[in-house]
């Protein structure tokens, strides 16, 4: 009889010894599915934003370009809207001093873009050769 | 050979893909541009005597480069697309800064 409750003993001990490999096994998995679950969210968020990122930035690109070609054409109407040759030969000293501001203008707001630029990296300059 | 006999569990390699977030370097960005201005004459038969007796006086001699008025506009015209281009060239430059700098920085 005793023998038998051994036996019965011994097979319950290598039952609950069984499952409680399994037991641990199967929480490592668990555990392993877990982490690749959140690390596949993170890369799918990390993607998303991104990809928002991007489409932002070409769409405020696009819309700028469209503005500098606007901005291009008003500053060239100028010479369609007036004969500038009929001007200058009836007041050469006007449109002197208005083509020489004119160049001025356009010159100092070329460096301004320039400056711009320049200023994105914080103000890290690169000096000049020639001064 | 050990992992070989099936009684024995074989570990199983995990493989999971994820971005690597990569540092890019910016790069320092050119100086600015310094233009110094050109002075235009503007030269009609109503002031060509005093142009060319100022030209002399301050050149010392009779000499200087001319243009038409339709090339006076070709200039302003190419001047106007120079800009244009470097406008748009900063905003491309405004745009790889900001997708290429780390979220973090």
Not at chain 1, 8 to 33: D, H, K, P, T
Not at chain 1, 83 to 94: E, G, M, R
Not at chain 1, 105 to 129: A, K, P, T, W
């Amino acid at each position: 009889m005793s023998k038998i409750l051994l036996g019965v003993v011994g097979v319950l001990l290598m039952a609950c010894s069984f499952l409680y490999w399994q037991n641990s096994r199967l929480a490592e998995i668990n555990q392993a599915f877990d982490l690749r679950d959140k690390e596949q969210k993170d890369a799918i968020e990390s993607l998303q934003s991104d990809f928002k990122l991007q489409t932002e930035g070409l769409l405020e690109l696009q819309s700028k370009t469209q503005q500098y070609e606007i901005e291009m054409q008003r500053y060239l109407d100028v010479f369609k809207r007036h004969n500038l040759s009929k001007l200058a030969f009836a007041k050469p000293s006007l449109i002197e001093t208005r083509v020489n501001k004119g160049t001025k203008n356009v010159f100092e707001s070329i460096e301004e873009v320039s400056r711009n630029i320049d200023m994105l990296d914080n103000g890290l300059q690169l000096q000049s050769n020639t001064d | 050979m050990v992992y070989s006999c099936s009684l024995i569990p074989t570990k199983q390699v995990e493989i999971i893909s994820k971005p690597l977030e990569r540092n890019i370097v910016q790069p320092v960005l050119p100086r600015e541009i310094d233009l110094k201005e050109p002075y235009w004459y503007v030269v009609s038969t109503k002031n060509l005597e005093e142009f060319l007796s100022n030209i002399e006086k301050d050149q010392g001699q009779l000499v200087f480069l001319a243009m038409s008025v339709p090339d006076y506009e070709l200039m302003a015209y190419n001047t106007q697309e120079l800009k244009r281009y470097i406008n748009e060239l900063k905003e491309v430059v405004v745009y790889y800064r900001k997708v290429t700098t780390n979220k973090s920085e």
